[in-house]
């Protein structure tokens, strides 16, 4: 009986209310890919971004396009000339790879030719607010090891670092300004956060304007997210960035995240491995690109009112690989 490729829609509350820049959202929105083969299922999971145009139409009709090519036996680097790098292309990826690995009775780290992975420890991320409201959260999570920040491009963003910082003082401090800060804007924040325990800087600027960022003073490292999808994009990134983020949904799945990560740091970036908010069949297979990660950002099941069961094993911030049952 050939592979069958099914497609389903799943909705995740969050444990309250969460804010971006971009706007706010109470549940997460997600698509889960499953190819049956036999007796075996292997499953992906992805989130849909609008940023990047996607929809949970545009997504589910994306997958369903490539049955056809599943069910005769197409591989992972198939997929890869079938749909472009996105969240499409991330669930059935990833669903590849899980069913391979219970047909073979093996671990996808075995089958990537990876070391066996261990634990890793993971930001927690605070949703854009005002910055008592911030504050309160961050003083609930002092005792988090890294605390990642929203940011806004407003005035109030140097006081929510400012009241954060105060109220979980031994907390490493990374800010995300997704897309929304100026050159001038890096320039006079840098020192100030710097001094109130911030180590990293994602995104500062919107990606289609990032080139004022080549040759400026760097007093903290910045690190692209929007600016970085997939291995063909880093050769525009030399002397703006300094990590890059990689996020299974932007790269198209697991494949090309392990590519990704690999020629990255052959031009000398630093890695940050960061998610969408999902479960933690989203958050498995970024546990294998995650493996000494400079800045792991996969607390996506911390923010939701339930998880899936079975699913990550949250030790505080601490990650243990995923189970054989959760996925790979």
């Not at 190819?35 to 075996?40: K, R, Y």
């Amino acid at each position: 009986m050939a592979p069958m490729l099914s497609v389903t829609r799943e909705s995740w509350p969050l444990a309250s209310v969460f804010r971006i820049s971009r706007g706010a959202r109470t549940a997460s929105e997600v698509i889960v890919a499953e190819i049956v083969d036999g007796a075996s299922i292997g499953r992906g999971e992805c989130f849909p971004y609008a940023r990047y145009g996607e929809s949970l139409d545009s997504v589910e009709g994306q997958i369903r396009s490539v049955a056809g090519a599943i069910a005769r036996g197409a591989d992972r680097e198939e997929l890869a000339a079938l749909l472009p790098a996105g969240a499409a292309r991330n669930a059935v990826d990833c669903a590849l790879w899980d069913l391979q690995a219970k047909l073979a009775g093996r671990r996808v780290w075995e089958l990537a030719g990876l070391a066996e992975p261990g634990p890793v420890t993971t930001v927690y991320t605070l949703g854009v607010d005002t910055p008592e409201v911030m504050a309160g959260k961050a003083a609930k999570n002092r005792n988090r090891p890294r605390l990642k920040l929203k940011m806004t491009g407003d005035d109030l963003d140097l006081e929510r670092v400012a009241r954060i910082h105060a109220a979980a003082p031994k907390a490493g401090l990374v800010v995300d300004a997704n897309e929304g800060w100026t050159v001038a804007q890096y320039l006079d924040y840098a020192p100030r956060l710097a001094a109130l325990g911030v180590e990293m800087i994602e995104q500062p600027l919107p990606a289609s304007d990032d080139a004022g960022l080549a040759g400026i003073e760097r007093l903290i490292p910045v690190c692209a997210d929007e600016s970085c999808h997939d291995a063909a994009g880093l050769g525009g990134l030399a002397g703006k960035y300094d990590l890059i983020n990689i996020k299974l949904d932007k790269t198209g799945g697991l494949t090309e995240a392990l590519r990704l990560r690999e020629a990255a740091l052959a031009a000398g970036f630093g890695i940050m491995v960061g998610c969408m908010i999902g479960t933690s069949l989203a958050m498995a297979p970024a546990m294998l690109v995650a493996q000494g990660a400079g800045v792991v950002d996969l607390d996506g099941p911390l923010l939701l009112a339930r998880d899936r069961d079975p699913g990550l094993d949250y030790d505080g911030s601490i990650i243990a690989p995923p189970s054989a049952r959760l996925w790979g």
